[in-house]
């Protein structure tokens, strides 16, 4: 599951962020951030992608750099808001 999440992640950011630059191919613990892929607002655009895409809610504690740094650190933030997602 969690390699699943990861690759959507980088799906999202390779059509969101990277769509001029083809040739880059991202790896899951490339710094997102420090690398110029992803800035503050990119960041706001992947919480509305997770929330929508993965039926969760990103509250404002989470918006922290270590967890959008990497795919990686994203991927892990899903997959923590999944576990404790309630069930219906």
Known sequence: MMDDVEQIIK???AKEFLFDKPEV?????E?????GIVDSLGIFL??????????????????VIENFATVKAIAALVMSKLSVAPTS
Do not use: C, Y
């Not at 191919?25 to 613990?29: E, H, I, R, V």
């Open 46 to 63: 992947l919480i509305g992608f997770l929330d929508k895409q993965f039926g969760i809610k990103i509250r404002p504690e989470d918006v």
């Open 31 to 35: 710094h997102l951030i420090r690398q």
């Open 11 to 13: 799906d999202r950011i």
């Open 25 to 29: 191919a991202l790896q899951g613990d």
